[in-house]
């Protein structure tokens, strides 16, 4: 009893999971002591290896600290490179959510749609959104190649998870929505929608991760006008591997942050709905 008591108090404080600050100390305990771990594992990969292509973590944040003092290069700095990926990915962000959310919705509450449309999607849908890199750069040049790139990674996540959403609300709820007199515009704003909601923000989470990855790839086969995918082709070619590492940590930075902001509209979304 003693021993369950001193666990439960450590430093002769209780923890309250229903108390904020309690869970934030928590949680950031958690994540620097992960961080910690990460860093260590890391470096000592680094050391065991004992290769040039594996920089240590204090070589990448020197790295780091000179880029974005310094810049990039003469032509581009850090920010540069950032705001080029960025325009790219929101551009082709925007143009997945606004073919896949209403295609989503479209075929998900028609079956006789989702039966015609099942064979084509499950053929493109496997399919590496990067395999399309030289067909879109061809077709429609260096500034539209990356953004199409991205439109396909993020476009298939959505869909899916769109059209899943609709077809999981019960038949029961449709039914009493129409007992109660709404129409089938009333019955997409008010029930389909927001039913929906946290399966699109599930494909929109999966597919912010797959469009940063999409993005590096995309500016790699066309080196045109900066990126960070650029930018790391460019530094590995050249053998600046700490500066490679900084790209990659600049891309990891840019999806937390995405994905951050994505979480924080829904939740906004989520209380105007009723869904919270």
């Not at 949680?27 to 910690?36: H, K």
């Not at 099942?118 to 077709?139: D, H, K, M, N, Q």
């Not at 990674?153 to 609300?169: E, Y």
């Not at 038949?171 to 709404?182: C, F, K, Q, S, V």
Request: aromatic letters at 14%.
């Amino acid at each position: 009893m003693e021993l369950k008591t001193k666990i439960n108090k450590p430093f002769g404080i209780t923890y309250d999971k229903n108390n904020k600050v309690h869970r934030w100390i928590r949680q950031s305990i958690i994540v620097v002591l992960s961080l910690i771990v990460f860093v260590l594992l890391w470096w000592n990969i680094s050391l065991l290896v004992n290769t040039a292509a594996i920089p240590t973590p204090w070589q990448v944040w020197d790295a780091f600290i000179d880029l974005f003092s310094h810049g990039a290069s003469a032509s581009y700095t850090m920010w540069d490179h950032i705001f080029a990926s960025l325009k790219r990915f929101l551009a082709g962000f925007i143009l997945a959510l606004l073919v896949a959310i209403p295609f989503g919705l479209l075929l998900g509450s028609s079956k006789t749609l989702h039966e015609f449309s099942s064979p084509t999607l499950e053929i493109l849908r496997p399919i590496a959104p990067i395999a399309w890199a030289p067909v879109f750069l061809f077709a429609m040049g260096a500034t539209w190649a990356p953004i199409l790139v991205v439109f396909v990674g993020i476009l298939f996540p959505l869909l899916t998870n769109t059209m899943f959403g609709v077809r999981k609300i019960e038949p029961n709820i449709m039914d009493a929505a129409r007992t109660l007199g709404a129409n089938k515009v009333q019955s997409f704003y008010k029930v389909i929608f927001p039913a929906s909601m946290p399966y699109i923000m599930n494909g929109m989470r999966i597919g912010l991760g797959i469009g940063w990855m999409c993005i590096v790839a995309a500016e790699m086969y066309a080196p045109y006008g900066g990126g960070i995918g650029y930018f790391i082709a460019m530094q590995a070619q050249n053998g600046f591997w700490p500066n490679v590492f900084v790209g990659i940590a600049v891309i990891a930075i840019l999806g937390i942050l995405t994905t951050g902001v994505a979480d924080y509209i829904y939740k906004r979304l989520a209380k105007r709905t009723g869904l919270e």
